[in-house]
């Protein structure tokens, strides 16, 4: 059984803070979610997916955040308790239907959680999300710790029925990637059957039924401000005349550094977890009894700017601060230490930092940025495209899954990015105000996402660049979820219908496509050459599985290559390829049979044909 | 309860997200808080992983730069990267293993040596316990059991809150059935590879 089924009320048990996610919706029961995958959220969504393998539960990766949301919202107004999962950024992609369905409301519980990254861990930016309460009107829920995420998804999913209108549940990657020691709950049997009402004048939203919409939504925000003013999950712990105001994981921070530093009887803490709406009348009563007060969050002056503003109503005038030179910076994410410093700078006590050891007298030490694996099929690709490309003046947008590392020395493919599916949109831009030849990279998953409106507008208005689809038939980034182009049967799963790359780009109208198996490296240039040389909008497909996805599914039979006698050191393998399985042992290269899964790519290239399969060795 | 703060560094693939498992499982048994941490976004493309445990009384998840009392590398370079995170009074298990980075392999930088290594570890540090853990996983019979030898060394040096007993059994429920065997022989030789430097 699936670990997070487990029946067993009260027992502890040690998860990560996306597991507990998921396990309050199941307690909550939960019967349909969907997803696009993206870290730090993806765990929740592995799990949800097999949990539907052996429950009720509905569970899809949908095509994109935007697609995910809107089949939560029609679940979930058909009286279905429904999620919706994806990283901060996946949030921009669903606004549309979100700010719109925060209008319509919903009848059955309907939580989004939207993961943001802090410091960037693993995404192209650190946008603060609380903004989407404000934006859309609906309340944000913040948990501080692991265990503390799992009751408080059960109780955004009573709050979202309360006030029938979607919850927002924000985390940040910190308590995603978390592991504590969390209580097991009931689960609720889940009502998986839904009914649809037509109310066409609630439910179509033309502006004369947003007009009445828009009011009834400001009603609600109302509710649940006062719902926020005497919730347990905006609480108030110390009772000292310091105010420090915090939310998520800077609570921890700052409960430890009240310890620390014995703050105990000076400071109080207000911690914030629904921090959409903010309860306006509990923060105003906890300033009246500060002298004065420290915001901590990461992120944006967010819950800073209402404090101060709420502070101005009571005409309260004891200094508030939170962002500034001295204290909390908007840049990435906090830590103990830097809260504990910043408490005592504040509140002027004394306090002697860890004494980090002198380390300039440490060599450079050579650095392990993250590289494409031995034997990636996006290697081989880029290469390709590298070749037939010589002589060429390119421009190179690349867009987002594991090919984006393709832009690192010596591949250097890859010039621009800015979100999802860009790749595609922005060739047409550089396309016609330079005369640069565009060729632009794209992932199979990222192309249903958000590439293909990019390859119909090109086609439309007849721009003219190269399309390459880097097809390795998985999400292999996030953690080799399936897409729309994935034969589920690989995955023992049947029901699933499959979407052809190749038939979607001839039928928007694109005239010249080829496609190519990356491993075959002369014949790729040759096609790739043809596809450079046309005019207008052609799209080259490579195909090839990821060798960790091939891996998993025991699909992956070549055999390692080793480097021989023949050598003669020129070493364009190991300079052009850069494949982690090289390494340089006696001034030689070498070949780490172990991480070698046999693509020959290197073997292809090699001008002394020095590089061959291991078993020819003995 | 005193908080006891652990780092664990580890190049993708090494199995330190185990070893991380196992203590707070062997936590648990033992009624002991336990919170971690993790960072393995790109993990499995060669990068590094670091988790943090934080043992006892406290609720962060993370531990800042020199606030660590134990910092145990799976590789000798990221023990040395990590040093940051150590003071003078935290004691330092490491693999001595090396792992070159690829950046070494295309001439963008050097390894530097394991006598020069250790000598810097030791002298900003309070102790360094040091050993070719890949060597001792292989004589136990799984060179994947490095993780747990450098737990054994771990649990010898006592500073933990956690028992032998607890930290084995742990290994015994949590780790794959048909490894628990060289697991735990993995273990008691990381424990008396320590027991030897001490």
Known sequence: MQKLLSDSPGKKVLMLGNEAIARGAIEAGVAVATTYPGTPSSEISLNFFQIAQESDLYFEYSTNEKVALEVVAAAANSGVRSMCVMKHVGLNVAADALMTLAYVGVKAGLVIVTADDPYMFSSQNEQDNRYYGKLSGLPIMEPSSVEEAKDMVVFAFELSEKLQEPVIFRTTTRLNHSTAAVVLGNIRKPCIEGGFAKDPFNYVTVPAVSRKLHVKLLQNIEKAKNIGEHSK??????????????????????????????????V??????????MPQTLIKKFLKDCEKVLVVEEGEPYMEEAVKSFAQE??????????????????????????????????????TPAEIPDLSDLPELPQR??????????????????????????????????????????????????????????SCGFSKVTDRKVIAFIGDSTFFHSGIPGLINAVFNNHNFTLVILDNGTTAMTGHQPNPGVDMQNLNLSGYGRVSIEEI??????????????????????????????????????????PLYAKSLKKLKGKPFYVSEKCKNHRQCINQLACPAFF??????????????????????????????????S | MNTTRLIIVAVGGQGNLLSSRVLGEAALLSDIPIRMSEIHGMAQRGGVVESALVFGDAESTIISD??????????????????????????????????????VAIGKGVYPTLENMQALIRAKTKKLIAFDAVDLAKKAGNVMSVNMVLLGALIQTEILPLTSENVKEAIRTKTVKPFVETNLKAFELGFSAAKALA
């Open chain 1, 233 to 266: 999950y905006n609480f108030v712990v110390g009772n000292g005349t310091w105010g420090v105001i915090c939310n998520g994981v800077s609570y921890n921070y700052v409960a430890d550094a009240v310890k620390d530093l014995k703050l105990e009887s000076a």
């Open chain 1, 268 to 277: 109080k803490i207000l911690r914030i977890g629904i921090s959409h709406p």
């Open chain 1, 314 to 351: 009571e005409r309260l005038t004891l200094p508030i601060m939170g962002k500034a030179d001295e204290l909390f910076s908007r840049l990435y994410e906090f830590n103990p230490g830097l809260v504990r410093q910043c408490m005592a700078k504040y509140f002027n006590v004394t306090y």
């Open chain 1, 369 to 426: 940025p993250p590289n494409l694996c031995a034997g990636c099929s996006h290697r081989a690709t880029f290469y390709a495209v590298k070749k037939a490309s010589e002589g060429l003046n390119t421009i190179c947008p690349n867009d987002i899954g594991c090919y984006t590392l393709g832009f690192l020395p010596p591949l250097s493919m890859g010039d621009f990015l800015i979100c999802m599916g860009s790749s595609v949109g922005t």
């Open chain 1, 505 to 546: 780009v001839k039928a928007i109208g694109v005239s010249l496509v080829k496609i190519i198996k990356p491993f075959n490296v002369k014949k790729s240039i040759r096609s790739i050459k043809e596809a450079l040389s046309f005019k207008g909008v052609s799209v080259v497909i490579s195909k090839e599985m990821c």
């Open chain 1, 584 to 617: 340089i042992k006696n001034d030689r290269v070498q070949i780490d049979p172990f991480m070698c899964v046999g693509c020959s790519l290197c073997a292809q290239i090699c001008p002394e044909n020095a590089i061959l399969p291991l078993k020819e060795r």
């Open chain 2, 66 to 103: 020199g606030e660590a009392d134990v910092l145990m590398g799976f590789e000798p370079l990221e023990t040395l990267r990590a040093l940051n995170k150590c003071n003078r009074d935290t004691v330092v298990i490491s693999n001595l293993a090396p792992l070159p980075p690829f950046t």
